[in-house]
């Protein structure tokens, strides 16, 4: 019976935390960093290079989710991995059948939870302390985002590769599906709330007979101009198929065309 | 205010390992050294000028704090905003002779930190790009069975894609520092065209990494709904984050609760069903 060490383990977490991301390429993002996540693993599993050289091939596929929470995948690929070396009836298509699918629902949950709701949660509360110049909303930062991290990684991981195949259960079931649908919801709720206290898109226009356009948008709806912006952008992009950089180059049309008819007028001055 | 040699390096090792593809890892580099907020207490540091630093920072954070890179699109490139934008703000603020914490001050350093954001995203397709190199090497190293290059591959090759694209551009431009503002103003005048669509450009581009967002969690047109819910609990009721947390956390757990009836109801119907064929 084969039981990956506790040093292996280690080994493979280190490997996900530092470098998931740190040889990203547009074709092959996280692969690279899976591959070195899974090497001490296969190391440990198997003697022949042989079967070393097809365990691998497996971590070949392209692979790239929210990193973070992606360390689950990573555990849970480890927990296979080492049930597969002890003879159960898994394969390498079966592993990758599961990371593929899980990829997707991961990255959902992850960007609207931490990139979409802890990051600006964190970052808005350590604005406030450091309003006056002082550095302690930075250091408010630094601190509480790693550890959470850190700690929150590695759990993910230990938690992924203890249950291996049966996280996909969990992942997937009826409840699973009911459990995922709500803490989307949550994270939709923030990020709506993030759109609105962050993204901060006005008009000069005066109206003409006088006032301001603005005034007269946020009699409508606060914010309307902003809410406006991300619900255009997600229109071209989930329903048009419009890449996020040709989006990109339309706004800097919009924003050439906006100043130069005074729509847009931000007041700068040296 | 000139930027020596030595800081110029500083700020060019900075920049190699905050980038969205860092050197410092995602969690440390990208979402810790990476935010404006921190690079403004690093910045500061190497600059000897912590306060300034952080009220730059802290600035353009506030443009920069809805941006997500989901999927490996990057609307504005975080290594330029903090380690090119923040630094060469700093040099405006003092050659100018404003105190950072005015509103002008603010205002100029959210607005070049915008244009350097914007411009900056040439970086980052440039290390992607880059790196594609290295894992041509990968792929041979797997097929020959040399897996330990595969750590050379993933963690030290890289360092040549942010030596040409993140710390060469940081050092030579940080380090022309006081003479880039001066070249800015004089050819980009902040009333002019180019500033102004550069700093409107920076205003609207956190809508796309909101929107990137939202393609991911939006399935169907009534989730919409919930995203407008958060929306106006902050713009209308003036909620911060934490607030509007817990109210969608509340409306989750009814969510929670009503989907897990449905869940149960076909079993239940289907028991029902039974016990009619009995009698």
Known sequence: MK???????????????????????????????????MLPVVEELYDKKEDQKKAMQTYTAFFNTEPQIGSLVVGMTAGMEEAKANGQPIDGDAINGIRAGLMGPLAGIGDSLIVGTLIPILLGIGLGLSADGSPLGAIFYIVVWNLLMWFGMRFAFDKGYSLGGKAVEILVGEQAQAVRDSILMIGTVVIGAVAASW???????????????????????????????????????????????????LLVVIAFVGVLIGFFDPGLSY | MEISMFQ?????????LSSMPGLGGTTFGNYTLGRPLVAG????????????????????QVIYIA????????????????????????????????????????????????????????????????N??????????????????LYMVDMGLPWISHLVCSFLPTVVITMAGAGMVDLMKAYMPMDGIAMKTLFTVG?????????????????????????????????????????????????????????????????????????????
């Open chain 1, 199 to 249: 993204i901060n898109i006005t008009t000069a226009l005066p109206l003409p007979g006088g006032g301001a356009l603005q005034a007269t948008l946020d009699g409508i709806f606060p914010k309307m101009l902003s809410a406006g912006a991300v619900i255009f952008c997600w229109w071209l992009m989930a329903k048009k198929n419009i890449s996020p950089t040709a989006v990109m180059g």
């Open chain 1, 3 to 37: 039981k990956l060490s506790k040093k292996t383990l280690n080994k493979s977490f280190l490997s996900w935390f530092y470098g998931n991301l740190t040889c990203f390429s547009q074709e092959h993002m996280q692969t690279f960093g899976y591959l070195c996540a």
């Open chain 2, 41 to 60: 207490l690093i910045v500061g540091i190497i600059l000897g000028d912590i306060r300034s630093g952080i009220i730059i920072g802290a600035a353009i």
């Open chain 2, 203 to 279: 205003s609207l581009l956190p809508a796309v990494g909101v929107a990137i967002l939202l393609k991911q969690v939006v399935k169907k047109s009534l989730d919409f709904l919930t995203f407008l819910f958060g929306f106006t609990l902050a713009a209308c009721l003036g909620l911060n984050l934490i607030a509007s947390a817990i109210i969608g956390s509340f409306f989750a757990v009814i969510n929670y609760k009503v989907m897990m009836c449905m869940n149960k109801k076909p079993a239940a119907a289907a028991v029902d069903d039974d016990d009619e064929e009995d009698i």
């Open chain 2, 67 to 130: 941006l997500v890179t989901p999927g490996g699109t990057v609307s504005a490139d975080v290594r330029a905003v903090s380690y090119i934008g923040i630094p060469l703000a700093i040099c405006a603020v003092n050659s100018l002779g404003l105190d950072p914490a005015t509103s002008q001050a603010q205002s100029m350093a959210a607005a070049l930190g915008a244009a350097v954001g914007t411009l900056g995203t040439v970086l980052f397709y440039g290390t992607a790009t880059m």
């Open chain 2, 8 to 16: 110029a390096i500083l700020l060019g090792l900075c920049a190699c």
């Open chain 2, 132 to 149: 594609l190199i290295w894992q041509h090497i990968g792929w041979k190293a797997v097929e020959e069975g040399n897996f330990h290059r």
